[in-house]
């Protein structure tokens, strides 16, 4: 018999989703009230819910760690890692 049980993610994908909707159509419903246009509110909040339900998804993703925060590309020996002046920096060429 195969397995019928929803995996941990899934399960967590289905509820923000069910999470997202229901916030958007929340406040759909109170704009459109404010708006006194209720098709307007609802298709606002439907974008709204879906935008929380995305966010909410994303949420619960880990990102693998960075390299490192002070490597900025450049090389080790290159003037401006070391705060020394290159040649093209504001001096005569002989020449």
């Known amino acids: 018999m195969a397995d019928d049980g929803m995996s941990p993610h899934e399960a967590r994908q289905r509820a923000s989703w069910g999470i997202g909707i229901a916030l958007g159509m929340g ?6 009230v404010a708006l006194e246009n209720m098709g307007v509110g609802i298709a606002l909040g439907i974008a709204i ?9 994303a949420a619960g993703r880990h990102r693998p760690p960075e390299a490192d925060a002070e490597d900025d590309g450049a090389p080790d020996d290159a003037p401006e ?4 002046r290159g040649p093209d920096d504001d001096e005569p060429r002989n020449g």
Not at 27 to 32: F, L, R, Y
Not at 49 to 57: D, K, L, M
Not at 81 to 84: Q, R, S, V, W
């Open 27 to 32: 406040v759909g419903v109170a704009m459109g």
């Open 49 to 57: 819910g879906v935008g929380f339900a995305v966010a909410f998804g």
């Open 81 to 84: 890692a070391d705060g020394e």
